[in-house]
């Protein structure tokens, strides 16, 4: 069973990851509209990670006897000039999420809840990897500078992440090629 603070807590972050799920898709979106599929492809793929992310919070809350309290989502911003920018945005997003999964570790930790401690170790992992993927995108366009050859480039090695759900439980991982 959740205690209450703690319940509080994991709503919060289920907020917190269907708003990245909403601004990785008004990312996606502005670079649509810029021609840069390459990019939006990579943004809409992260949205789709995000709302995974989501779905587990909300499934742990029901497995544990909680109840999900679902709060207004606020509205992302919806431009940037430069996929630069975007990513420069993403990886402090990410930044922000990886404290917030911390601080919810902190909580379990406090509480000596070792279900949602031992639940919260898959977030940790993956912030790492969030926090990595944003910021090698960043280098990457920061590297490029303004040369439109690097540019096409970099959105061309982009669009070919491809969304890949993570195994039910139980399941083993698929297998890297």
């Known amino acids: ?6 319940e509080k807590a994991l709503n919060k972050q289920i907020n917190a990851e269907i708003y990245s799920a909403y601004l990785y898709k008004s990312m996606s979106a502005n670079f649509v509209s810029k021609g840069l599929k390459g990019v939006a492809n990579w943004l809409h793929v992260q949205m789709l990670e995000e709302m995974i992310h989501a779905q587990k919070l909300y499934d742990y809350i029901l497995e544990r006897g909680g109840k999900v309290t679902l709060a207004p989502i606020p509205g992302p911003p919806g431009d940037w000039d430069t996929p630069l920018a975007a990513f420069r945005d993403a990886y402090a997003h990410e930044r922000k999420i990886t404290g917030m999964i911390n601080d919810l570790v902190n909580l379990a930790l406090k509480e000596s809840d070792h279900a949602t401690n031992s639940f919260l170790k898959w977030f940790v992992d993956e ?6 993927n944003s910021s090698a ?6 590297l490029a500078g303004d040369a439109p050859g690097a540019l096409f480039i970099i959105d061309r090695e982009l669009a070919t992440r491809v ?10 991982a698929p297998a890297q090629a």
């Open 1 to 6: 069973m959740l205690s209450k603070t703690m």
């Open 127 to 132: 912030q790492v990897e969030e926090e990595t």
């Open 137 to 142: 995108v960043v280098q990457q366009l920061e």
């Open 163 to 172: 969304f890949v759900p993570p195994p039910a439980p139980g399941e083993a």
